[in-house]
């Protein structure tokens, strides 16, 4: 990405993805992981080299929301990278959480953009643990597909970026595992999915909160006793 969200995805290219060669998605990536189907969704539609958040916004109108919180959390999974995308990722979930229907971003930040060939690195960045729940997500109707689960995503979703953007060990992998499981379930339409990525969201921000608030705790005994 560029501007203020810029960083490197070192990853490597899926096999046979070479947007050079092959500028659509074909059926058979269609066919993939949801994420690799996801993200060809996306590569298809724009065909520009480079992809902005406001495109990305404007075209998925009501599945923008988990489109772009998905998408801006997979590189969470990599170490050192969470910080930089907690900002748009908490405003995006304050949105959501105020029952708005699409994102609305600042220019700022529907100016940043990502290369078409970073979109496709990110599909090998699912841990083995998200690709085991790719495998049974389908589109499923329920309490978690309706607008007051929305709203309850939104929320989760605003303190999930807020543990991401707050420095502490071993606090950003665990919320923002959640919240991609639950982004994921929102984008297919599936509400069990949504309601187990609902539920670690929970307890990634429990843990990091904990983590946090004896790091805090154990500071301000040392100012103590320093003093």
């Known amino acids: ?135 049974y997500v389908k589109p499923r109707p329920g309490f978690f597909t309706t607008p007051l689960s929305d709203r309850i995503f939104g929320w989760l979703t605003a303190y999930a970026a807020l543990m991401l953007i707050l420095p502490g060990p071993g606090t950003n992998g665990p919320p923002a595992f959640g919240n991609i499981v639950m982004a994921l379930g929102l984008v297919e339409h599936d509400s069990r999915v949504t309601g187990w990525g609902m539920a670690l969201t929970v307890a990634g921000c429990a843990f990091a909160t904990f983590v946090l608030g004896a790091i805090c705790w154990m500071g301000v005994a040392a100012l103590g006793f320093i003093v």
Not at 45 to 67: C, K, V
Not at 117 to 126: H, I, Y
């Open 1 to 135: 990405m560029d501007g203020n969200i810029e960083a490197p995805i070192a990853m490597a290219r899926p096999q046979g993805c070479d947007m050079a060669t092959s500028p659509h998605p074909s059926a058979e990536e269609h066919a993939g992981a949801p994420i690799s189907r996801i993200v060809a969704e996306v590569v298809g539609r724009f065909p520009g080299e480079r992809i902005s958040l406001g495109e990305m916004a404007e075209a998925f109108g009501d599945r923008a929301f988990g489109l772009l919180i998905l998408l801006l959390l997979l590189p969470s999974l990599l170490p050192g990278m969470a910080s930089v995308f907690g900002t748009p990722v908490l405003l995006l979930g304050i949105q959501m959480g105020l029952g708005r229907q699409v994102p609305k971003l600042p220019r700022i930040l529907a100016r940043q953009s990502v290369r078409r060939e970073d979109l496709l690195r990110l599909t090998t960045s699912s841990s083995k643990w998200l690709a085991r729940v790719e495998r």
